[in-house]
């Protein structure tokens, strides 16, 4: 009787061929280029809300950080892990620190002390909200009630 109860066992067993996923899965070319955009991107968006956010100071700041914010979101939906929101950061915070570093001349991008300091901690709050957020729903994912 046991080895009837060990081969039920045995059938309600899944299945052996789970694909890895996340940082266990194997390199894949076209998300690494994928992550290397979202990089560049989001050098790019330091660089524009550095320069916007010291010209324009509350309204500048607050546009910087919107779309800061947006890229690192966007970056988080369209590759559905946290790299994707990593990635952009990444790329924001060198070019911002790089920016931060100053001319030999003496002067530097940022305009004054209150918004630097509110781009840099509100950039990087973003950047961990955006990166530990739940994954959003899947769409047409089965709820596993009978007649939804």
């Known amino acids: 009787m046991s080895s009837s109860s060990s081969r039920a066992a045995r059938t309600n ?10 940082l266990a899965a194997p390199l894949n070319p076209r998300r690494i280029a994928a992550l290397l955009c ?4 989001g050098a790019l968006v330091g660089i ?3 320069l916007v956010q010291s010209a324009w100071f509350p309204g500048g700041l607050l546009l910087a ?14 590759m559905g892990t946290q790299p994707g929101a990593l990635a952009p ?11 931060l570093g100053g001319r030999p001349e003496g002067d530097y991008v940022f305009g004054d002390e209150l918004g630097l300091a509110l ?8 950047a961990v909200i955006c990166a530990t957020m739940s994954r959003p729903p899947q769409l047409g994912a089965d709820s596993g009630r009978p007649g939804k």
């Open 13 to 22: 067993a899944p299945p052996r061929d789970i694909p890895a996923t996340g």
């Open 38 to 41: 979202l990089a560049v991107l």
């Open 48 to 50: 524009a809300g550095t």
């Open 65 to 78: 950080l919107l779309a800061s914010a947006g890229l690192f979101y966007g970056g988080r939906c369209l």
């Open 89 to 99: 950061a990444a790329g924001w915070l060198i070019s911002v620190i790089v920016l």
């Open 119 to 126: 781009f840099m901690l509100g950039g990087m709050a973003i």
